[in-house]
């Protein structure tokens, strides 16, 4: 059952015309982060919302790396939870473990946002200590990414074009990806999600994040096929 609490949030996101979410969420779950991610194209997300910077680079992350709660999550359409970072080991996720160490997370509780058999995103919940959730919480988390499904589905409130419209300058987070991984697919002759592969294994490999690397690909600094840089033009002499 949800919380009053929980209830009055639900209402208020139904009813206001921004997007994002109360404040009052990170604390009732219990959580020190929050952060809303949409499947833009089958496995494919768009970090849409975080209640703060660690929750976007935990999101940064799980997308760079392509592994994590959330990409387990979306693919098993169920809950993912972590309680114990500490305890976790890199046998799961061995990227990303040793990867998020200077993020000040210890436990990690990632749900789908799906109705059905259709999954539209993931609601993903951070915490600096380790531990589960109670059983409140997790109905209220529950409540929510329930309210947040139906909202990005079109049933209710606000809709995704509003909540892109608060992002800066108007477009996705990750815009320069999507850009970038279809000319990579083009250039390459690949399917987007092999496109997307190899620009996540150059930025790993390369200890860079993966928005910079697709904006090197964009601006044709960077070519994938060989890993090197885009050669200039030569420039004209003047006779």
Same mark, same amino acid.
């Given at each position: 059952m949800l919380s009053p609490e929980m209830t009055r949030i639900l209402r208020a996101l139904h009813t206001d015309a921004g997007p994002g979410l109360d404040a009052a969420c990170v604390s009732l779950l219990g959580m020190d982060h929050l952060a809303v991610s949409l499947v833009v194209d089958g496995e494919i997300t768009e970090h849409l919302w975080s209640s703060g910077s660690v929750g976007a680079s935990f999101e940064d992350l799980q997308f760079t790396l392509g592994q994590g709660p959330g990409p387990d999550a979306l693919r098993a359409g169920q809950a993912t939870v972590e309680p114990d970072v500490a305890a976790l080991g890199t046998v799961r996720w061995p990227l990303l473990v040793p990867a998020m160490a200077h993020l000040p997370i210890e436990a990690m509780f990632c749900l789908p946002l799906a109705l059905g058999g259709i999954t539209v995103g993931v609601l993903t919940a951070l915490r600096a200590s380790p531990g589960p959730m109670s059983g409140q919480e997790m109905d209220d988390a529950l409540g929510l990414a329930a309210a947040l499904t139906l909202q990005f589905l079109g049933g209710a409130? /606000?809709?995704f074009a /509003?909540?892109?419209d608060a992002q800066?300058?108007? *477009? +996705?987070?990750?815009?320069?990806?999507?850009? %970038? /991984?279809?000319? +990579? #697919?083009?250039? +390459? =002759?690949?399917?987007?999600?092999e496109a997307l592969l190899r620009l996540? %294994?150059? %930025?790993? #490999?390369? $200890?860079? #994040? &993966? &928005? *910079? =690397? %697709? *904006? $090197?690909?964009? #601006?044709?600094?960077?070519?994938? $096929?060989?890993d090197r840089p885009e050669p200039e033009s030569p420039k004209e002499t003047k006779g």
């Amino acid at each position: 059952m949800l919380s009053p609490e929980m209830t009055r949030i639900l209402r208020a996101l139904h009813t206001d015309a921004g997007p994002g979410l109360d404040a009052a969420c990170v604390s009732l779950l219990g959580m020190d982060h929050l952060a809303v991610s949409l499947v833009v194209d089958g496995e494919i997300t768009e970090h849409l919302w975080s209640s703060g910077s660690v929750g976007a680079s935990f999101e940064d992350l799980q997308f760079t790396l392509g592994q994590g709660p959330g990409p387990d999550a979306l693919r098993a359409g169920q809950a993912t939870v972590e309680p114990d970072v500490a305890a976790l080991g890199t046998v799961r996720w061995p990227l990303l473990v040793p990867a998020m160490a200077h993020l000040p997370i210890e436990a990690m509780f990632c749900l789908p946002l799906a109705l059905g058999g259709i999954t539209v995103g993931v609601l993903t919940a951070l915490r600096a200590s380790p531990g589960p959730m109670s059983g409140q919480e997790m109905d209220d988390a529950l409540g929510l990414a329930a309210a947040l499904t139906l909202q990005f589905l079109g049933g209710a409130g /606000t809709g995704f074009a /509003t909540w892109v419209d608060a992002q800066p300058n108007g *477009e +996705l987070h990750r815009a320069v990806v999507h850009q %970038a /991984t279809g000319m +990579l #697919s083009v250039r +390459l =002759a690949l399917p987007l999600g092999e496109a997307l592969l190899r620009l996540r %294994a150059y %930025a790993y #490999s390369h $200890d860079r #994040s &993966i &928005i *910079e =690397a %697709a *904006e $090197d690909v964009v #601006s044709r600094r960077l070519r994938l $096929d060989n890993d090197r840089p885009e050669p200039e033009s030569p420039k004209e002499t003047k006779g």
